[in-house]
């Protein structure tokens, strides 16, 4: 069902209907500076130190999803378009990611005791993981539940408390959550405002422990700079234009047109590691477009090989970026090598599209985030490299080929925040570390290395009164004795290496 | 040898001249990014080898020339050389042991993975981030700049060192010696101060690690934000000395305690700053310290003050802003006295007490003086501290385990010590601050972390195909129904 993102008083089927959007109120903007005050006090009573309390707030946040999930499909499609099948699997699955921190987190939040010196050993050489104190966290608008929750989920597996500010281009999901994240959470652990950039603007003037933000580099640069005037550390999940890359040789193009195509109709193109563009030899562009239009076939076979109109696509989230994208494709001076530039304006849906151009383009000088991959020829697998390695580091970088060669190159020669064989976007779904180098973001998210994030590293010993000859060497007077011995300990003996 | 810092041209013993300080044109700096980019580029550090070899160049620059580190340091920091060979140069064995263990921190992770991926090749490489810029300070001149060098050569790094101007002979030094050791290819060197130092943060770096103040960490940080520059700061502040006294033997809490403020004459990022103690074991305590310098200092009259075992204030500035403090305090002298050198910026050993509105007590000491403050108990000082800035380190002696507990839950530091001051620091365990005292991690494992990328990589074979086109559109029914039980986990029943 086609919308503008309004949402009605009455749901169309009859369900409950999504609650509206409301932006905390101007007037009560110094109740921002009391929602900070209220988290810290209650992070200091240490309602978050034992692992039973985040595990209950853990699985709280899993059922707030579960629970709900019919609520948080209508609201993602009333936002985006997106359809419920991935509504599901990539936003509200997202609760098994509080699950999987339920089951780690009495791994993840031992103390270490590593190896020292044997005349430390008894000095209780101990790392403490523990919490930083209380943590913003801004998430955007494209993948809305995920991007808040996953953040979240590591956020509070770490023992911190947390105000979060969802995306007022997502406002039936924004509002949703305002109603449900009061029923779930502890307010003493979690809390939320609504806004713009009225109210982020207050909220990045206040003192937080950690601000990890999802979205662009410019308002990624705004936060940083923010956070450097309290020595606040950030975490920025941001963007920019993955490549994927052809090394055509043994390849199944019929294969690697779905998992390219896959990549990129997902939420339209709307994904911070969508396929942005691809490089390919010459003689292999005309079989892989063929296979593309083959794919599209298969999948929206329904509405004759058109996503459009197909209640398995989504669209563009609302009318500035679909004039953006748009835009982009109009000021191209490519060719379309698959697919057509058609669009329905009043539902900003595009039809997919691959436009044949050079690096100079207008499509190659900005993420595109939307269904448009322009397709640029290279060489070879060198070509591609230089190409890529002359533009900012991207999220992700995704390269089909079969040779083992050609994967050491882009291993070594190139940086990415992530690199895949042979698919795109599924690396998000393993569990591994998920973070951006260079314009693509610092840090990570997902997993232990997401917990980490969140998490000093509080190193202790405890130094026993029996030990006090040994260490006394360290006190003056500092006799001949001492001085010849503290030359000798501090020249150790230098390893031969060769490189 | 006392001395203001100045080197004359030929050393006292006939040992060659120090060499003389200048800083960089600004010129240069520009073009030194640049190379340094181009040469990143090239892989030229992506072999292990290559890093083990630039890693054991660096022990060699130091074990080499130890006795030029020692009288550098000696010229600016009046340090005497045995704190300078256990503290700085002894800083040599952290790159033996990056080079030992290399191999174990540069390996790929390969995590557990739910079955449906194993044939993915799941891994999680360690990579480099590029070129980084290294700001180090005055106060353990080689120790701040070869740790963090450490970390970022061990991850593949290449680097720019920025040393600091107000140890200049030291900076001299490691100007002269780093391109003679070190690939040019590898690490550069720029002198200078301010002017220099701002054109340096206007380039795009991959990771800027500093050591030093909160007010020029915000500049630092300021400046990365620009380009999205991920950065360590080690920072201080006032790092508190809590003591619980049942059980306590305080002639070795005392050596302990004094043990951590001497060094460098306090100008360590980690000295205990200042006392809280009980008001019935504050003359205990200063009684003991008196005994403890009677001890250490019998030489000269139990007065550290014309030791050559206790060193001096780095500069006029300095020495005059920690006798002001001494000046301004309205507290009275419970140890020690009031009394200086002022030709050497040397301050003798004082605790003075008072209470936590003193301007003592306004930013971090970084000198030879304790404000001692009185506390009722165990839970009146963990409040005074929850009540200020983080600190770098908290140095809490007791008996008690039900008192370690408490300070492990109830505060946040840096580093959490019993019953010692100082001594985390040598044993290779990550250092790092929280809130004012910093961000990031410098030591060991911990500080190759801060210059590596994991960079997450997935293979996924053709022979997949099948399992993975669920994905695929069109949703059919059965597809969508199976969607939702897949993303509907069973919560598990959990209670606090």
Redesign the interface.
């Given at each position: 069902m086609a919308t503008n993102g309004k949402v009605n008083g009455n749901g169309a089927n009859g369900h409950a209907a999504l609650p509206e959007w409301h932006s905390t109120p101007l007037a009560e903007i110094p109740k921002l500076w009391q929602l900070h005050a209220d988290l810290n006090a209650s992070f200091?009573t240490?309602i978050m130190?034992?692992l039973?309390?985040r595990?209950?707030e853990?699985?709280a946040m899993?059922?707030m999803?579960?629970e709900n999930?019919e609520l948080w499909a209508k609201a993602i499609y009333a936002d985006l378009g997106k359809?419920?099948?991935?509504a599901?699997?990539f936003e509200?699955?997202i609760?098994?990611q509080?699950?999987t921190a339920?089951a780690e987190l009495d791994e993840w939040t031992a103390p270490l005791k590593?190896d020292?010196?044997e005349r430390?050993t008894e000095?209780?050489?101990t790392?403490?993981k523990?919490p930083?104190?209380v943590v913003l966290i801004i998430s955007p608008w494209n993948y809305p539940l995920t991007l808040t929750m996953q953040p979240l989920v590591a956020a509070l597996a770490a023992g911190n408390c947390a105000l979060l500010k969802p995306s007022e281009l997502a406002p039936s999901v924004s509002a949703l959550m305002a109603e449900l994240v009061p029923k779930y959470f502890d307010p003493g652990v979690v809390r939320l405002v609504n806004g713009g950039v009225k109210e982020t603007t207050r909220l990045l003037e206040l003192k937080w422990?950690h601000i990890f933000y999802t979205g662009n580099?410019a308002v990624?640069?705004i936060i940083?700079?923010a956070?450097?005037?309290h020595?606040t550390?950030v975490t920025?999940e941001?963007g920019g234009k993955s490549p994927v890359v052809i090394d055509p040789t043994g390849l199944?193009l019929n294969?690697v047109a779905?998992?390219i195509l896959?990549g990129k109709?997902a939420n339209a193109g709307q994904t911070c590691v969508a396929p942005d563009y691809i490089l390919c030899p010459e003689a292999s562009q005309k079989p892989l477009m063929a296979a593309m239009t083959k794919t599209m076939e298969e999948?929206?076979?329904?509405t004759g090989g058109k996503a459009l109109r197909?209640?398995?696509?989504g669209r563009i989230v609302n009318e500035r970026h679909f004039r953006r994208v748009q835009g982009l494709v109009e000021k191209s001076k490519g060719e379309v090598v698959f697919g057509e530039k058609q669009t329905d304006p009043e539902r900003y849906a595009m039809e997919p599209i691959v436009i044949k151009t050079d690096g100079e383009d207008d499509l190659m000088k900005e993420e595109i985030f939307g269904p448009v991959f322009p397709l640029i020829t290279i060489k070879d697998v060198d070509d591609a490299i230089n190409f890529i390695?002359d533009r900012d580091h991207p999220l992700s970088l995704y390269v089909f080929t079969k040779n083992d060669e050609t994967?050491q190159k882009f291993?070594?020669?190139t940086?990415?925040?992530?690199?895949?064989?042979?698919?795109t976007m599924?690396?998000l779904?393993?569990?591994?570390?998920?973070?951006g180098?260079?314009?693509s973001?610092?840090?990570?998210t997902v997993g232990r290395?997401g917990y980490d994030q969140f998490t000093?590293?509080?190193?202790?010993?405890?130094?026993?009164?029996d030990h006090?000859e040994a260490?006394?060497l360290?006190?003056?007077?500092?006799t001949e004795e001492?001085?010849n011995l503290?030359?000798l300990?501090?020249?150790?003996e230098?390893?031969?290496?060769?490189?």
């Open positions: 200091r240490g130190w034992p039973a309390k595990k209950q853990l699985a899993a059922r999803m579960t999930a359809p419920e099948f991935q599901n699997l509200i699955g609760s098994h509080a699950v339920i590593p020292v010196h430390h000095w209780s050489p790392v403490y523990v930083k104190g422990d580099g990624g640069r940083a700079q956070a450097a005037r020595l550390p920025l941001l199944d294969i779905k998992r896959h109709l999948w929206f076979h329904e197909s209640p398995h696509y390695e994967k291993l070594a020669r940086r990415s925040g992530g690199l895949v064989f042979n698919d599924e690396q779904a393993v569990g591994l570390p998920f973070g180098v260079g314009e973001g610092m840090g990570y290395a000093h590293l509080r190193a202790s010993v405890d130094v026993p009164y006090e260490v006394s360290r006190y003056p007077p500092y001492k001085v503290s030359k300990i501090s020249r150790p230098v390893p031969n290496v060769h490189a």
